[in-house]
């Protein structure tokens, strides 16, 4: 069994430490927001938060966050509050929407660390976190939209 913080209530899992994190989240712990993708961390659907960090949940195992502080979707804002969640609004965003929870936790990332992000530094830190719709113009509006609100 291994114990963390999910969403800022503790849980424990009962799947193998090796067991991918994405799969804890949504099949045993019933967290269906975060997405899977490409299942090789190369498309960013599956992005959480481990201890403040934008990870990779296809790949990061469940032995790895024990003890950690994990933040999926759900966690960011419980009532879809949080200022990247309605500048995603706002811009229109989603197209098929399948990206967008990794596109916002790897957003949300770069907005903690940076409140006012340039749209290069927008592009460099969202680079590869894949798209298939091709809103990346969307997205950058988004977070810059959230940068000045926040």
């Not at 503790?10 to 299942?39: H, M, Q």
């Not at 190369?42 to 032995?63: E, I, M, W, Y």
């Not at 990206?99 to 903690?112: D, F």
């Not at 592009?123 to 988004?142: E, F, L, Q, S």
Request: glycine share 10%; proline share 4%; aromatic share 4%.
């Amino acid at each position: 069994m291994v114990s963390f913080n999910l969403n800022g209530k503790p849980v424990a899992a009962r799947s193998e430490d090796n067991t991918p994190l994405l799969w804890v989240i949504r099949d045993e712990l019933k967290l269906t927001g975060t997405k899977f993708g490409c299942g090789a961390a190369l498309c960013g659907a599956c992005t959480v938060h481990v201890n403040g960090k934008a990870v990779r949940s296809c790949t990061a195992t469940l032995g790895s966050v024990k003890g950690a502080s994990v933040t999926t979707i759900e966690g960011l804002s419980p009532d879809a509050s949080h200022p990247l969640q309605k500048a995603w609004i706002a811009e229109q965003v989603p197209q098929c929407g399948y990206c967008q929870s990794g596109q916002i936790m790897k957003a949300a990332e770069l907005l903690a660390a940076n409140k006012n992000p340039t749209r290069e530094e927008i592009v460099g830190h969202m680079d590869g976190n894949i798209c298939r719709c091709g809103t990346y113009h969307r997205i950058i509006a988004a977070i810059q939209r959230a940068a000045k609100e926040a």
